[in-house]
């Protein structure tokens, strides 16, 4: 019998902002950051080792990829066989339940459950602390979607790519949520990739950006420790923006927004002005998300659908770490 492996990971959402590699091979951050991970957005994916391939095969919602997709892949399970001192090609089955490449962080999901997948598949039993590095060198911040509730990946010293992994920092079960407003779910125009390299090397904003970020990081996880929830909503909605800054002051300058991310977060300050509490994020693609208490997501859910379609406002509770997932619970 092939040996195989199968895990869900659930997408996370930056409150404190990643944003640029001091190495861009090793995927290791400028800053350190802190996200949320969320339940309504996952991935599922397989990996079966086949001796009787001679390279990788790699379907996304079941549509075969072709080589340079693939070689991404390939290049990210070779971090595995390595390790596990074994050349067997895979056959990866991977299913997004979130829109690929849109600013909603599909490629955390997408490689946390490679990893998951893969560690399984090789009998590697990783503990989760090192199977964050591993992840983090298919999409940085994948190491944070190892972990569900609130999770900090922690940038590292110097190049040494093991000192940069993520740990769980609260379970964020105190009355938190998130409201994504689908602005665009196409595929966005520039990577992230390509917009981090184009701002580190030419907005004269970035290194205030990565001084700011690290204040903000250690503010936040005050916060969290004192479950001062408007704390937490001022410095991610701050943070975020500040991100956006530095890309606006790149050259040529870098915008990921639509008018109708414009609209959306004047309609979540609307929102604030009548006394409830939700503040936005927003990562590299034009959709917004909202944090805000869990208990406040029906009130804000119903305001916003005066301004945006049903299909494009998302409620989420806070999501689970990777996990395994058995012959039964694989539903394709």
């Known amino acids: 019998m092939k040996p195989i492996g199968r895990c869900r990971a659930h997408t996370n959402i930056a409150l404190i902002k990643y944003w640029g590699k001091r190495n861009e091979e090793l995927f290791l951050?400028?800053?350190?950051?802190?996200?949320?991970?969320?339940?309504?957005?996952?991935?599922?994916?397989?990996?079966?080792?086949?001796?009787?391939?001679?390279?990788?095969?790699?379907?996304?919602?079941?549509?075969l990829q072709g080589d340079k997709e693939t070689l991404k892949i390939t290049n990210f399970l070779n971090l595995f066989r390595t390790a596990a001192n074994i050349e067997t090609k895979c056959l990866v089955k991977s299913y997004n339940h979130v829109p690929t490449a849109a600013g909603l962080a599909s490629s955390a999901s997408a490689f946390s459950a490679l990893a998951g997948a893969m560690n399984e598949a090789t009998g590697l039993n990783l503990d989760l602390k090192t199977l964050s590095t591993f992840a983090r060198q298919g999409s940085g911040s994948a190491t944070r979607s190892i972990y569900g509730g609130l999770v900090e990946w922690h940038m590292g010293e110097d190049d040494i790519s093991e000192s940069s992994y993520a740990i769980p920092v609260d379970d964020a079960t105190w009355d938190i949520g998130m409201i994504v407003i689908a602005v665009n779910t196409g595929q966005k125009k520039l990577s992230s990739r390509v917009?981090?390299?184009?701002?580190?090397?030419?907005?004269?904003?970035?290194?205030?950006?990565?001084?700011?970020?690290?204040?903000?990081?250690?503010?936040?996880?005050?916060?969290?420790?004192?479950?001062?929830?408007?704390?937490?909503?001022?410095?991610?909605?701050?943070?975020?923006?500040?991100?956006?800054?530095?890309?606006?002051?790149?050259?040529p300058p870098i915008s990921y927004w639509e008018p109708d991310s414009v609209k959306a977060i004047q309609a979540v300050k609307e929102i604030r002005e009548t006394g409830i509490p939700c503040y936005v994020t927003m990562d590299a693609g034009p959709n917004v998300k909202v944090l805000c208490r869990q208990s406040d997501m029906k009130q804000i859910e119903e305001k916003l659908l005066n301004q945006f379609k049903p299909e494009q406002v998302i409620p989420t509770k806070v999501g689970s770490g990777i996990k395994v997932l058995s012959d039964s619970q694989w539903n394709y």
């Open 29 to 63: 951050p400028m800053n350190s950051s802190l996200s949320l991970t969320l339940d309504a957005f996952y991935t599922d994916t397989s990996v079966t080792l086949d001796d009787t391939l001679s390279s990788d095969i790699f379907y996304l919602d079941d549509v």
């Open 195 to 251: 917009g981090m390299k184009q701002t580190i090397e030419t907005s004269p904003f970035y290194s205030s950006w990565v001084e700011t970020a690290t204040s903000d990081l250690t503010k936040m996880k005050d916060a969290i420790k004192e479950k001062d929830f408007i704390t937490l909503g001022e410095l991610t909605e701050s943070n975020g923006m500040k991100m956006h800054a530095t890309m606006l002051g790149a050259f």
